[in-house]
């Protein structure tokens, strides 16, 4: 099993994109899901998570206040990352992954994630 993200693009600073996160071959409903993005020359580090119910997140402090996680509640299949006033810090390759169950809610740890996929480009630059 494996997680699409997708809805990357380039943004000028201040600029909104939201991204979508979905399965390959199965509902997303039962597990909780993670954003993590990985930057130039970097480690792949940690963004959000939800829930699968989606009635609780938490998020790294670089990004609360101006990126909301969320799911489709139509659509078992689909969350999002919606973010808000996008600055150059924020460009790197965005992935969702599924939080393993022997997980601790509230983990960052990209070792208590998997199913990763391809990542979406998020370029922010004037």
């Known amino acids: 099993v494996q997680l699409q993200a997708s809805g990357g693009d380039f943004v000028q600073p201040g600029g909104s994109l939201t991204l979508s996160c979905t399965a390959s071959?199965?509902?997303?409903?039962?597990?909780?899901i993670g954003w993590f993005r990985q930057a130039p020359g970097k480690e792949r580090d940690f963004v959000a998570a939800i829930t699968w119910t989606g009635d609780r997140t938490y998020y790294t402090d670089s990004v609360k206040g101006r990126f909301t996680i969320s799911r489709d509640n139509a659509k078992n299949t689909v969350y999002y990352l919606q973010m808000n006033s996008l600055n150059p810090e924020d460009t790197a390759v965005y992935y969702c992954?599924?939080?393993?169950?022997?997980?601790?809610?509230?983990?960052?740890?990209?070792?208590?994630?998997?199913?990763w996929g391809q990542g979406t480009q998020v370029t922010v630059s004037s």
């Open positions: 992954a599924i939080m393993k169950v022997s997980a601790r809610w509230g983990t960052s740890r990209e070792a208590d994630f998997g199913s």
């Open positions: 071959d199965f509902a997303l409903g039962a597990y909780a």
